[in-house]
């Protein structure tokens, strides 16, 4: 607490007043969030009889045990229990947590608000938030499943340069969200549609995995630079010329009279980090250091020394399809992808939904963005 000081006088027989002003800063913890979460229970209580009472309040207190460590586990998450907003978005969760027999909608509305404090400064984010949470009681085990994967295949990617550890990524995360069969038929797509969290087309249609990933893993596709050739030559010099390992440039695992540098697409360039040992407290510690504007530059240009041969490009993806059904996850996710019928789009609400029921899967996964 600060006060400002101010200075008075007063004749000796005078009372003396003085109005300070106050700067209080209020902090949340953990006690303090579970007591306005139950300051906020008490309008959610008086809208059920007395038998519906004792269910509601057990589901309620599940949810709480669910929201309150993940909100603790985010630096500064507690404080937004202190905005009017979230309190009144909490109320609607505590109603929705109320209404649903399945114990993983604790769970995923959990994610929902520790979206909204992550997010909360984006209205379309926030608007898509704010009716996630009003429909994670109606939506079905199936359409939400449906939905979390379509959401999972335009936003999740390997970010390994080397082709099996990526597709073993892939896998590995796709093992997590098949949590239940995969939907068929239109009844989930129809029920999505209805719920404002998918809009269907059907002048149009999905990219067909064999076409889709190739173009999102275009670094894994592409032709590369040929082996012993001028070009070859002049890759290693710029790579030399900035101070860049030459092992950057790899053998391309689809086609061994090729070369590739290591990324699965080439918007990573920016994201590259040089690792270099420092000496600290005389241990050696890996320090990863931002690649310089001149760095970037020289691998943008080894990308314009590939091939461009269009056969060479499409037996590439033969083969790489070939390792993607070697892939038990990846070959199922394959044939359903491959038999929804009709363009999806994925509406704000259905975003925020998918995203926080794949964060449920797998608590690795990115923020949403």
């Given amino acids: 607490m600060m006060l400002n000081n101010k200075n008075q006088k007063a004749g000796d027989n005078s009372n003396q007043l003085q109005a300070e002003s106050m700067i209080v800063n209020v902090g949340i913890d953990e006690k303090r969030a579970r007591e306005i979460y139950q300051e906020m229970n008490l309008q959610v209580r008086s809208d059920y009889s007395q038998e519906a009472l004792v269910i509601a309040n057990t589901r309620i207190a599940e949810f709480e045990d669910r929201l309150l460590p993940k909100m603790e586990a985010v630096e500064g998450a507690l404080e937004a229990f202190a905005d009017p907003s979230f309190q009144l978005l909490l109320v609607e ?111 149009g249609g ?37 101070n860049l390992p030459q092992n950057l440039l790899v053998e391309h695992t689809l086609n061994s009279n090729f070369s590739r540098i290591n990324l699965s697409d080439k918007n990573q360039i920016h994201s590259l980090a040089l690792q270099q040992q420092i000496v600290v407290d005389q241990k050696i510690v890996i320090v990863p250091t931002a690649l310089t504007e001149g760095q970037k530059n020289a691998i943008k240009s080894i990308y314009e020394l590939y091939k461009n041969d269009e056969t060479i490009k499409q037996n590439n993806i033969k083969i790489f399809m070939e390792e993607w059904d070697k892939w038990e996850n990846l070959k199922t996710l394959r044939e359903w992808w491959d038999n929804i019928n009709g363009l999806i789009q994925i509406t704000s609400v259905g975003k925020v939904l998918a995203h926080s029921n794949a964060q449920r899967c797998d608590k690795n996964l990115p923020p949403l963005t």
């Fill in 206 to 242: 999905l990219k067909k995995i064999n076409q889709y990933y190739p173009e999102m893993l275009s670094g894994y596709i592409e032709v590369g630079i040929e082996k012993d050739s001028d070009n070859y030559t002049k890759a290693i010099e710029l790579l030399r010329n900035v």
């Fill in 93 to 203: 969760a505590q109603k929705t947590a109320a209404s649903t027999e399945r114990p993983a909608d604790y769970d995923l509305l959990a994610e929902l608000l520790l979206h909204r404090f992550q997010k909360g400064e984006n209205r379309i984010i926030r608007a898509g938030i704010s009716r996630a949470v009003e429909i994670v009681d109606e939506i079905s085990d199936d359409a939400l499943l449906g939905l979390t994967v379509l959401h999972s295949i335009s936003n999740f990617f390997p970010t390994s340069g080397n082709i099996h550890i990526g597709l073993n990524v892939l896998n590995d995360l796709y093992g997590k969200i098949f949590y239940d069969t995969l939907p068929t038929g239109k009844e989930w797509l129809d029920h999505l549609d209805i719920l404002d969290a998918i809009r269907i087309n059907s002048f």
